[in-house]
């Protein structure tokens, strides 16, 4: 399979997610690891955050729905249409403002250089699908963050349970789900090296341990800062 049926291949798995949901805290609104691991790592280093903030595959919104709540201008895409619906009415019923519009991670995004003081994603560039996408997703990332902001990183770990019980996808490093999601699982070293143009300010493996229903799930959370050129 090229790189264009591995994109449409991952397109139509999420879009069926998104209509029959299988990863319920992703569908859901409470509060995610990956930003209360930020402001925890925030607050701990005294490290300043600014106001623009940019969540990407942002899903049903809610992680952009949280930094919202907690004052930041927020900026979010997504490429399924529902879930940008479905965080439209969320923010509506909340009473916040929320800069969302449909769009992909793996084309070059609509804003200006420099523009972002906050970058989350939590999960979703390793589920592009195809390498050279998630390449111009990470291009795009530096691109677009200020001097001085960050990247929240938050991937599965290249040895998670739950991935390692499916098949090998075409791809190196990479897993395919039975509803065809195509997952990209990445050793910190090789995050370090592919973000070695930021500044690496924290990182910490999460173990999250197995359920009744699932394997334990194993990540790399990272957060990186853009200095000045």
């Given at each position: 399979m090229d790189d264009r049926g591995r994109r449409e291949q991952n397109r139509f798995a999420w879009v069926q997610e998104h209509h029959n949901p299988t990863l319920m805290p992703m569908a859901g609104t409470e509060l995610s690891f990956a930003?209360?691991?930020?402001?925890?790592?925030?607050?701990?280093?005294?490290?300043?955050?600014?106001?623009?903030?940019?969540?990407?595959?942002?899903?049903?919104?809610?992680?952009?729905?949280?930094?919202?709540?907690?004052?930041?201008?927020?900026?979010?895409?997504?490429?399924?249409?529902?879930?940008?619906?479905?965080?439209?009415?969320?923010?509506?019923l909340a009473g916040l403002s929320i800069n969302s519009s449909v769009g992909v991670m793996d084309c070059a995004w609509p804003y200006a250089d420099a523009t972002f003081d906050l970058i989350v994603d939590n999960t979703a560039s390793m589920s592009i699908g195809y390498e050279a996408g998630i390449a111009v997703c990470r291009q795009e990332t530096?691109?677009?963050?200020?001097?001085?902001?960050?990247?929240?990183?938050?991937?599965?770990?290249?040895?998670?349970?739950?991935?390692?019980?499916?098949?090998?996808?075409?791809?190196?490093?990479?897993?395919?789900t039975p509803d065809g999601k195509i997952e990209r699982l990445f050793a910190a070293a090789e995050l370090r090296k592919l973000y070695s143009r930021l500044h690496l300010i924290h990182q910490e493996r999460r173990t999250k341990p197995a359920s009744d229903t699932k394997a334990e799930r194993r990540g790399h959370w990272m957060l990186f800062q853009k200095m000045s050129s």
């Open positions: 930003l209360l691991k930020l402001f925890e790592v925030l607050e701990a280093q005294s490290l300043p955050l600014g106001s623009q903030a940019l969540d990407i595959g942002c899903g049903k919104g809610r992680d952009a729905l949280e930094l919202a709540r907690r004052g930041l201008q927020v900026t979010a895409f997504d490429f399924v249409k529902e879930a940008v619906s479905t965080l439209r009415a969320r923010a509506r530096v691109r677009v963050l200020k001097a001085g902001g960050y990247l929240l990183l938050y991937t599965l770990a290249e040895d998670d349970p739950f991935l390692w019980a499916f098949p090998k996808g075409e791809e190196p490093s990479t897993r395919v």
